[in-house]
């Protein structure tokens, strides 16, 4: 699934558009802004004085935002606020009872001023400040969090292996990457799909379910309606991985063949928060996810290029057909060099080439794609590739081919450009290598 829509809906208008995303001192004085705004949104008391912060709580979770730190400093205005309003509203009951006393048995010029209510100015203006100084270290890198799944050394190499399907036209060997894994307590051998379409990693409930139902020890959770799993192991082909949170996806499907190891069963997804803040190295030849902390780009000069990286989605420059473009960078879309829009589609089709269709499931629904063969090329981090086969979807959805109008992005790509390759992507500087593959 990929940037919040579904796979059909990815569909893009021509290549001639160019406009980008906002830049990341756009994206940092957004949210500045929108803490700005909250914290004047603390004043609701004069209007709400009791439940000011139920507003405030509900202004949160509708708005757009989704870097955790502003969040984080959202809430802590949130409770701030509950403990200020308990310790004001102690302090006001605290000075009405000694003015009552003092009022009825002594002078009354030692009465207390009931102007407390004016330190929240104060407060305000504090907070004001720490906004300022705030430094909004997840948003400016385009991350979405610190990654839920993490290994114990620097450095990991994981297996994978590749899913075919049979098309129209054919066996198609690339179709999606799925990665070996096993689970607590259950030793059968499981699979994820590897997929930069989806921002989070996530397990198929009915899957899940099914798991815990045979094997009651194996993954925890307080119930079968739970949407997420916490702390536990998982293990891949080449190392181990804690996993402190990861989503449920309510699904339908087959069930578990537990006496069938010849047909991999898939029972999630790995998405971006796998290597968010990382690097990884896809190692297409070789079958092997490489995550690190870092890489020494000094070793490879002139080869890393700058790339879009916001919200947990992966977009690349690049010049298609003459023009300057961007692409969606979707690994769930495997066995697509490029999926673009009808026009873009006619263009650079070969004139004779024939349209084959092909209905294919995706994200609980049946799509069609139409795919020709090509003799045009693409221009990406410093490399020119050729397109064998270009693709669209039918029956896009015009208001969702709008708003990827207005984002820039001229077409989506899978593996499958990439298979001579190998593709680096480093999340924390947001820069991406396309090199020959190693030995």
Not at 202 to 221: A, G
Not at 288 to 293: A, F, K, N, P
Not at 391 to 419: C, D, H, P
Request: hydrophobic share 40%.
């Amino acid at each position: 699934e990929s940037l919040g829509l579904s796979f059909a809906d990815l569909q893009v208008t021509q290549v001639e558009t160019t406009k980008i995303k906002p830049s990341d001192n756009e994206l940092l004085d957004d949210s500045r802004h929108f803490l700005y705004m909250f914290c004047l949104s603390c004043f609701s008391y004069l209007i709400l004085p009791f439940g000011h912060f139920i507003y405030l709580n509900y202004r949160l979770r509708k708005s757009w935002q989704t870097n955790p730190v502003v969040k984080a400093q959202a809430r802590k205005l949130i409770t701030v606020q509950m403990y200020w309003k308990v310790g004001l509203w102690s302090l006001m009951l605290l000075t009405l009872t000694y003015n009552l006393i003092v009022a009825a048995k002594s002078d009354p010029k030692y009465l207390i001023n009931y102007l407390w209510p004016f330190f929240r100015f104060g407060i305000a203006f504090i907070c004001f400040l720490k906004i300022q100084m705030l430094t909004l270290s997840a948003q400016s890198r385009g991350g979405i969090s610190d990654s839920k799944i993490s290994f114990p050394d620097t450095s990991v190499s994981i297996q994978f292996t590749w899913q075919g399907d049979s098309l129209a036209d054919g066996w198609e060997p690339h179709v999606s990457i799925l990665v070996p894994v096993k689970v607590p307590g259950c030793p059968k051998q499981f699979y994820m799909q590897f997929d930069t379409g989806s921002p989070y990693s996530m397990f198929y409930r009915n899957k899940l379910k099914e798991i815990r139902d045979r094997y009651p020890h194996s993954i925890h959770s307080a119930s079968d309606n739970d949407t997420t799993v916490r702390n536990f192991d998982l293990q891949f082909q080449g190392a181990t991985g804690r996993v402190f949170e990861i989503r449920i996806r309510p699904t339908e499907g087959n069930n578990i063949d537990w006496m069938n190891d010849s047909i991999p069963e898939i029972i999630g997804t790995l998405g971006v928060d796998l290597f968010d803040g990382k690097v990884v190295k896809i190692a297409y030849q070789h079958q092997l996810l490489v995550l690190s902390d870092r890489i020494d780009t000094s070793a490879y000069p002139g080869q890393f290029k700058n790339f879009i990286y916001a919200g947990g989605r992966i977009l690349f420059p690049a010049i298609l057909a003459q023009k300057r473009t961007i692409l969606y960078f979707d690994t769930g879309s495997s066995m697509f060099e490029l999926l673009t829009d009808k026009i873009t589609f006619e263009l650079l089709k070969r004139k004779d080439g024939a349209v084959i269709k092909s209905r294919m499931w995706s994200w609980d629904e049946y799509l069609t794609a139409n795919m020709s063969v090509s003799d045009a090329g693409i221009e990406i981090a410093g490399c020119s590739i050729p397109i064998r086969r270009i693709s669209y979807i039918e029956n896009a959805n015009e208001a969702q081919v709008q708003q990827m109008q207005r984002m820039g992005i001229g077409g989506m790509t899978g593996n499958k450009l990439f298979l001579g390759y190998d593709l680096i992507i480093d999340t924390k500087t947001k820069q991406f290598a396309i090199l020959k593959p190693q030995k």
